[in-house]
């Protein structure tokens, strides 16, 4: 058990919606990275938040987009959904700087119709 | 700019044999290292980092993996594995100034035959 979840388990869309996925850790885990894992790939590099503000964008088009809270949760929005956006999505938070460590959810499998 | 490459897409091994899995990176600068496991229908798992000094590094469930600088490499080995070390494996690496942003493998299969 790594303290973090993710809601909800599967999602099911179709091409042109919007979605959003919800992330949520454990208290003082202050950076939350978002990743994508395509079947049969590792996963990939989204985007970061630290103390509710980006920290950082992998190779990802501005549809994607996300948002922390106070409260340690966080969420990545899609919007404009296409077939390609069928993954894993995966969330993994830290406790913040020098820890050096990820804590991942049980990931969010997302398929577009 | 980071790059990771596994070797082996599919390892399959009897039980209790030993393993590798082979990990290689690239990096422009001095990075983090990483392996994790995951399980189907499961997120990751840590199994072992690299940040700094010793290059031989133990993790969980009888795994240990071993920087090597000059080769860019960062293989993971079992002397004797089981039937539950049946799973995906990652080879990850960061840059030192953010372990957040990870850059992963295609990662290796480990099936485990009795």
């Known amino acids: 058990e790594t303290g973090v979840t993710q809601s909800p388990t599967h999602l099911i869309k179709t091409r042109g919606q919007q979605v959003t996925l919800r992330c949520s850790s454990q208290?003082?885990?202050?950076?939350v990275s978002w990743y994508q894992q395509a079947l049969g790939q590792g996963p990939q590099f989204i985007f970061q938040y630290y103390r509710e503000e980006e920290n950082g964008r992998g190779n990802f088009p501005p549809r994607f987009s996300g948002l922390q809270f106070p409260n340690y949760s966080s969420e990545l929005n899609v919007n404009a959904l296409e077939l390609d956006d069928s993954a894993l999505y995966l969330c993994?938070?830290?406790?913040?700087?020098?820890?050096?460590?990820?804590?991942f959810g049980p990931g969010t499998r997302l398929t577009v119709l | 700019a980071q790059s990771v490459t596994q070797l082996d897409s599919q390892v399959p091994v009897f039980e209790e044999a030993p393993v590798e899995l082979r990990c290689n990176y690239s990096?422009?600068?001095?990075?983090?290292l990483f392996w994790y496991v995951q399980y189907p229908n499961q997120g990751l798992q840590l199994l072992l980092k690299?940040?700094?000094?010793?290059?031989l590094v133990k993790g969980i469930n009888g795994f240990e993996a071993e920087f090597n600088k000059s080769q860019t490499s960062f293989h993971l080995r079992k002397p004797s594995v089981h039937i539950s070390d049946t799973a995906e494996y990652f080879c990850?690496?960061?840059?030192?100034?953010?372990?957040?942003?990870?850059?992963f493998g295609d990662g290796t299969t480990l099936t485990v035959k009795p």
């Open positions: 990096s422009s600068v001095s990075v983090y």
């Open positions: 690299y940040l700094s000094g010793s290059t």
């Open positions: 990850a690496v960061s840059q030192r100034t953010n372990a957040g942003k990870s850059t």
């Open positions: 993994a938070t830290e406790r913040g700087a020098g820890y050096n460590e990820q804590f």
């Open positions: 208290s003082g885990h202050n950076t």
